[in-house]
């Protein structure tokens, strides 16, 4: 799967989600603080990593910062994006299958290494559920874009 990966400082998990992303078999696109020269700021990173998502760039984004909410209230300004600050496994779970996430926000302050690999864990092994009252629930939230 393509990744994008953006972190808007090297703090925490930031370089622990590549090799973990990469170890999984995955290929990364590095934004921000990951990235040589380019600029970390979370607003600039975390949309640039969300748009390559938007644009079939990346099939997936994982966006990071110090609490994690910058970093999914930037992503999920691109339209087509839906970011989900996950500080868990049941969240990660619920909002792929409920909420059918492309994006994952991570903060880098609550995440432990340990709880990482529960996040992409469940992230990964989770599919978006047929269930018709969520996807007309993921249908509306498209419709909002419009």
């Not at 603080?33 to 600039?44: I, K, Q």
Request: charged share 20%; hydrophobic share 45%; aromatic share 4%.
């Amino acid at each position: 799967m393509r990744i994008s990966v953006a972190s808007d400082s090297l703090d925490g998990v930031a370089s622990q989600v590549i090799t973990e992303l990469e170890r999984r078999g995955h290929t990364v696109t590095l934004y921000g603080a990951l990235a040589e020269n380019d600029p970390p700021d979370w607003a600039w990173c975390c949309s640039a990593a969300a748009r390559d998502v938007a644009e079939g760039k990346a099939d997936q984004a994982v966006v990071c910062c110090w609490t994690g909410t910058g970093a999914s209230i930037a992503a999920n300004k691109v339209p087509g994006v839906r970011a989900a600050l996950c500080v868990d496994a049941q969240t990660a779970e619920g909002a792929r299958k409920w909420n059918d996430a492309n994006v994952l926000a991570l903060s880098l302050r609550l995440t432990s290494p340990q709880l990482l690999v529960e996040i992409l864990d469940a992230w990964f092994a989770t599919a978006p559920s047929s269930d018709p009252t969520d996807q007309r629930n993921i249908a509306h939230i498209a419709e909002l874009e419009r």
